[in-house]
């Protein structure tokens, strides 16, 4: 009891104390500099955010932000580097932040272009958009396991040349490391179902990416001219890859599409125009349009599809398929002969056990062709047809 009563009298005379100050925001919060940090201060709560600089000088060299602050008596912990707090604190080098901050909100650091070191609280859980948006003196930052979320356009231009993103991030959002020209390396964790718009878009030294195991969307051009990426292995837990996605991405040769995916947006890989090889999983049901556009170099497309995947007159534009390869099940060639687009392969041949496999299929069990084997318009194999449209032999028959 006498602790409780003694921590209300010290609230209630901090209140007293600072409810008339003229630079009070309101009547519980102050702002004050404290060992040449300006804090905004909430009374109520105990609780201090790092505030801009009042003084009209710009931070600079090395900061060391305390777990807590002494005022008046009383101890504040410091939770959270507020809004444009370092914002453009050129001069600004090295910055450690305590364990006890949340929160690192939008603008915090945005434009710090000397800040090389930047070390994180393991108590971080949110980083907001913009908050180290062009730092090109920060070339690596550890991300602690308790960050959750990274928002928008958060290292936007930075100088970061690798990268690796906790188990508990769930979304990244848009723009997060577009342009990050020096990005060598990514590694995604598990936790990560979505990868926003544009995410990746222009890390032209981007070589090496790994996914996680949790990743169920790719966003609309996530990695546009990733001009560097050679390989790429979409694991089977992806079931979309958005528009544009990998476009532009000139030095990819090979491309491995996981047995999850369903659909591949339009554009996905436009202008690969070094791809030579791709593996289409079991799920895949639609590929977009222009989604292959100008893959110039395209010779062997791998299909495992369950279902002849339907697809746009212009999927393929410009990729010369007619002197390209299709492999697929021995039991569907007829069905992806009569099929447009498909049909307009130089040849369509029965996949092997050698064949390249997409993620979650261990091996191909090859199924004769039957000359007396029917389908229906969907791809779905019947035994015994009804009444209707049916294909044989590669060719459209009417059954009464």
Known sequence: MYYKYEMFMKKLILFLCFMFL?????????????DGIWYRIDIESLEAEVYHN????PYKGEIVIPETIEYKGATFRVTKIGEQAFSQCVKLTAVTIPNNVTTIEES?????????SINLGEGLTSIGRWAFRYCKGLVSISLPASVTTIGDEAFYRSGLESLTIPDGVTVIGNHVFHDCTSLKSVTIGDGLTEIGNWAFQGCTSLNSLTFGTGLKVIGESAFQNCS?????SIPSNVSTIGPAA???CESLTSVNIGDGVTEIGGSAFANCNTLQSIVLGSKLTNIETL????????????????TVPSTMSD???SAWIIYATLHVQASMIELYMATDTWNLFKEIVPLTESDPTPTAINAVKNEPADNNTTYDLTGRRHAQPGKGIIIRNGKKVVVK
Do not use: R
């Open 22 to 34: 003229p630079f009070a925001a309101n009547a519980d919060e102050i702002t004050e500099n404290i």
């Open 54 to 57: 009042l003084d009209g000088e």
């Open 108 to 116: 915090a650091f945005n434009y710090c272009l000397k800040l090389a």
């Open 228 to 232: 560097s990426l050679t390989t790429l």
């Open 246 to 248: 990998f476009s532009g």
């Open 291 to 306: 989604a292959f556009y100008h893959c110039t170099k395209l010779t062997d497309v791998y299909c495992y599809a369950e």
């Open 315 to 317: 999927t393929f534009l």
